[in-house]
């Protein structure tokens, strides 16, 4: 079956603008994370959605950082006034009910210019 | 100091060596563990899942965890070729609301 998707695949946007990534989990899957991945390093946990509960958003780094998942399946991570920093790929993965495996989508990689 | 410490490598093997990939960690709240496999620009896949002290094997793929020394190793027989990927080892506590990765160790497997 389909496995989770993210678009785009690879966006450039200038320093200052905002970008919206958007991720479609798995059918069925009632969790759903954000990671960020920056060249050489580790997933950086960014939130959490668990069905109709209130999101963790205890990784969001800064305030220009926001997410939504609407009806518990479609989420969109927002960076507002995007800068350099920003730039890494930004992975999605969500959970089905009871389990623990995290199916991961390709990622998006965002350059900010 | 991080959460989960990683060698990044690279680490770079003859095709049919054994690796051995490893990971430290600090927060005795951990109760689950996973080694995860990344190829160039793809998302991670689980390869590997363990909650308890021991090791568990899976084909090729040995998974050791000792609790009381905070460290976790991934084993690899008869390495190949098609192994050469990114391990990012990964942790988290019983309510799997936020999962610890470590930065990843790159391995080759020349043939």
């Known amino acids: 079956g389909a496995g989770v998707s993210q678009s785009p695949s690879n966006k450039v946007t200038e320093k200052g603008k905002d970008v919206e990534l958007r991720c479609d989990p798995i059918?069925?899957?009632?969790?759903l994370y954000w990671y960020r991945q920056s060249l050489g390093q580790g997933l950086e946990f960014l939130i959490y959605?668990?069905?109709?509960?209130?999101?963790?958003k205890s990784g969001l780094p800064s305030d220009r950082f926001s997410a939504e998942r609407t009806g518990g399946s479609v989420s969109t991570l927002t960076i507002q006034r995007t800068q350099q920093e920003d730039s890494a790929v930004y992975l999605c993965?969500?959970?089905?009910?009871?389990?623990?495996?995290?199916?991961f989508g390709p990622g998006t990689r965002l350059t900010v210019t | 100091q991080k959460e989960v410490e990683q060698d990044p490598g690279p680490l770079s093997v003859p095709e049919g060596a054994i690796v051995s990939l490893n990971c430290t960690y600090s927060?005795?709240?951990?109760?689950?563990f996973m080694w995860y496999r990344q190829y160039s620009r793809k998302g991670p896949e689980l390869l590997m899942y363990?909650?308890?002290?021991g090791n568990k094997e899976d084909g090729r793929f040995t998974a050791q965890v000792d609790k009381s020394s905070k460290y976790i190793s991934l084993f690899i027989r008869d390495s190949q070729p098609s192994d050469s990927a990114t391990y990012l080892c990964?942790?988290?506590?019983?309510?799997?609301?936020?999962?610890?990765f470590g930065s990843g160790t790159k391995l080759n497997v020349k043939p």
């Open positions: 993965a969500s959970s089905p009910p009871d389990e623990d495996e995290q199916y």
């Open positions: 059918s069925g899957h009632t969790a």
């Open positions: 959605f668990q069905g109709n509960s209130a999101p963790d």
């Open positions: 927060n005795s709240a951990f109760q689950y």
């Open positions: 363990t909650y308890s002290s």
């Open positions: 990964a942790m988290s506590t019983y309510n799997f609301n936020k999962f610890y």
